[in-house]
């Protein structure tokens, strides 16, 4: 069985960091981009970060320079580093990754920014 | 706001069959493949449809995609009750250099 668990969200303050952290289980991690899609509430669907099966990293123009993207193939695991975080970075934040599109998701995890 | 728009909600009644447009441009539809989603309410998001055209093992054949040039549609033929939910066209764009997801659209099962 798929299984993409995320951790780290919460409430923070604003200027403040969160690490997020998805652990994947099921299928062939290593040989998958993996990427962070989040949704701001009562919004759509927004693409913020990605990461290939050879280190390389992309990011949404919103968080480029704030946000860091990694990941650890032998556990597993992809990272978000979220720093200088602002109000509108108030979101479910979700894993997913796929090789023909992405077809593995998790449940997501939110994250607050208020004061 | 998403380089890529959608209509913001559409509707049918049951056995109806509905179709979603996707507006992009050379930069992104016009030279990528397409992707379509599904986001049911209070669950993770499910691909519906991957390289303009092609389901998933497990999506139903009522679903179904195509691109002509920098737009793309999703078709639902045999409108269920289950398929209320908000629906994305995604794609990558080659000058913001990132993936980018339509505006939404939103279907209502009469």
């Known amino acids: 069985e798929v299984q993409l668990v995320e951790s780290g969200g919460g409430l923070v303050r604003p200027g403040g960091s969160l690490r997020l952290s998805c652990v994947v289980s099921?299928?062939?991690?290593?040989?998958?981009?993996m990427h962070w899609v989040r949704q701001r509430p009562g919004k759509g669907l927004e693409w913020v970060s990605g990461?290939?099966?050879?280190?390389?990293?992309y990011y949404a123009d919103s968080v480029r320079g704030r946000f860091t993207i990694s990941r650890e193939n032998a556990k597993s695991s992809l990272y978000l580093q979220m720093n200088s975080l602002r109000g509108e970075d108030t979101a479910v934040y979700y894993c997913t990754g796929g090789m023909s599109g992405w077809v593995y998701w998790g449940q997501g995890t939110l994250v607050t920014v208020s004061s | 706001q998403s380089v890529l728009t959608q209509p913001p909600s559409t509707s049918g009644t049951p056995g109806q069959r509905v179709t979603i447009s996707c507006s992009g441009s050379s930069s992104n539809i016009g030279g990528n493949y397409v992707y379509w989603y599904q986001h049911l309410p209070g669950t993770a998001p499910n691909l519906l449809i991957h390289t303009n055209n092609q389901r998933p093992s497990g999506v139903p054949d009522r679903f179904s995609g195509s691109k002509s040039g920098t737009s793309a549609s999703l078709a639902i033929s045999g409108l269920r009750s289950e398929d209320e939910g908000d629906y994305y066209c995604?794609?990558?764009?080659?000058?913001?250099?990132?993936?980018?997801f339509g505006t939404g659209t939103q279907v209502t099962v009469l």
């Open positions: 995604a794609t990558w764009d080659d000058s913001l250099r990132g993936h980018v």
């Open positions: 990461v290939s099966t050879v280190g390389d990293t």
């Open positions: 099921g299928f062939t991690f290593s040989s998958n981009d």
